[in-house]
T-cell receptor
Framework: KNQVEQSPQSLIILEGKNCTLQCNYTVSPFSNLRWYKQDTGRGPVSLTIMTFSENTKSNGRYTATLDADTKQSSLHITASQLSDSASYICVVILVSGGYNKLIFGAGTRLAVHP | GAGVSQSPSNKVTEKGKDVELRCDPISGHTALYWYRQSLGQGLEFLIYFQGNSAPDKSGLPSDRFSAERTGGSVSTLTIQRTQQEDSAVYLC????????????????FGEGSRLTVL
């Protein structure tokens, strides 16, 4: 069964600290993996995409990693800011029936406190 | 338009009434998705459109739910005889139908329609 599991479910950190969010998946055939950020009351926005051959990719203070062998991905946030408070959703994309099917994780709810 | 537009942003209705939610995707995006998100939960897939056809409607929870897309653009999600468990935020997203390699899965989401069934 195609599944995406994220941990932790929620996380509270102090402003300026780093944190790492985890994503484990059992999706096949794997196309690529995206991390989305969803602010409260808003739609999700794509942060980064990881293809099968990529191990790490950075987007500002966000760094995503992918281990396709163990089917794990992480999102590391450096020097957190209050505006990083949001839900972070791991999404695995597979090709099914000729189109891209997205399998969503339940998300990690991050709260950054001053 | 510049982004995905959804209306209404908020809808309060009584149990048993029908509701229609509208999505206007980004111009030129042939793929359109509807998702449902209950409070504190992840996104639940409802239906996928490519052009005006819906090759995957496997996520529609019951026959009270239906969706259509006309002119390869605007889509309407209709919920008949609403129930309290239908209360959620309904999110619409669009994307390029045949994205370039490496861009697969980049969906552009609207702000959602928050439905409350009393």
């Amino acid at each position: 069964k195609n599944q995406v599991e994220q941990s932790p479910q929620s996380l509270i950190i102090l402003e300026g600290k780093n944190c790492t969010l985890q994503c484990n998946y059992t999706v096949s055939p794997f196309s690529n993996l995206r991390w989305y950020k969803q602010d409260t009351g808003r739609g999700p926005v794509s942060l980064t995409i990881m293809t099968f051959s990529e191990n790490t990719k950075s987007n500002g203070r966000y760094t995503a990693t992918l281990d396709a062998d163990t089917k794990q991905s992480s999102l590391h946030i450096t020097a957190s800011q209050l505006s990083d408070s949001a839900s972070y959703i791991c999404v695995v994309i597979l090709v099914s029936g000729g189109y891209n099917k997205l399998i969503f994780g339940a998300g990690t709810r991050l709260a950054v406190h001053p | 338009g510049a982004g995905v537009s959804q209306s209404p942003s908020n809808k309060v209705t009584e149990k048993g009434k029908d509701v229609e939610l509208r999505c206007d995707p980004i111009s030129g995006h042939t793929a359109l998705y509807w998702y449902r998100q209950s409070l504190g939960q992840g996104l639940e897939f409802l239906i996928y459109f490519q052009g005006n056809s819906a090759p995957d409607k496997s996520g529609l929870p019951s026959d009270r739910f239906s969706a259509e897309r006309t002119g390869g653009s605007v889509s309407t999600l209709t919920i008949q005889r609403t129930q309290q468990e239908d209360s959620a935020v309904y999110l619409c997203a669009s994307s390029l139908g045949r994205p370039l390699p490496g861009l697969a899965g980049e969906l552009f989401f609207g702000e959602g329609s928050r439905l409350t069934v009393l």
